[in-house]
């Protein structure tokens, strides 16, 4: 492998444990749902299915692909693989930020890059690191690093 190059690959125990609440949840539900009297209950038991459903789509193509790099860090640009790829030029990048949001008691970390723009308000790339193998403070300060090399090399010519 290139030296220039970090990749960042997913966990698999995480994802497994993942898959599972997810499965028994749906397990349970459509146990309440057997028991259910009124039609609001079992419409809302309906919509938690939907979502276990999907879930466990998004869970399961995580695991199937955990042996693909999630983030690969190059020299002069960073490769994300979420539900969708995004590819930032690190010479783009002003500032990354390790962020943290609690929902509903869980806490989800994510790397935001802010990147140059010469309008009024810098875009914002969020890079969501659920699952994700790596030292979030390595991988800013890595990000950091090599966006101001391509900076500085971007400048000369």
Do not use: K
Request: glycine fraction near 6%; include cysteine; hydrophobic fraction near 50%.
């Amino acid at each position: 492998m290139d030296a220039s190059r970090r990749d960042y690959y997913r966990q698999a125990p995480m994802l497994q444990r993942q898959l599972g609440a997810l499965l028994a949840a749906g397990v349970g539900v459509s146990w309440l749902m057997s028991f259910a009297v009124s039609r609001w209950l079992e419409l809302l038991c309906v919509a938690l299915l939907l979502l276990c459903g999907a879930g466990v789509f998004i869970v399961s193509a995580r695991l199937f692909t955990r042996h693909h790099p999630t983030i690969s860090l190059f020299n002069d640009r960073l490769w994300f693989r979420g539900l969708r790829e995004q590819v930032v030029m690190l010479r783009n990048v002003r500032d990354a930020r390790l962020v943290e949001s609690h929902v509903a008691g869980w806490t989800r970390r994510s790397i935001q890059l802010r990147l140059a723009d010469d309008g009024d308000e810098p875009e914002r790339v969020t890079i969501g690191l659920d699952a994700v193998e790596a030292d979030p403070d390595e991988v800013v300060g890595l990000i950091c690093e090599r966006a101001a090399l391509q900076r500085e090399l971007s400048a000369v010519r």
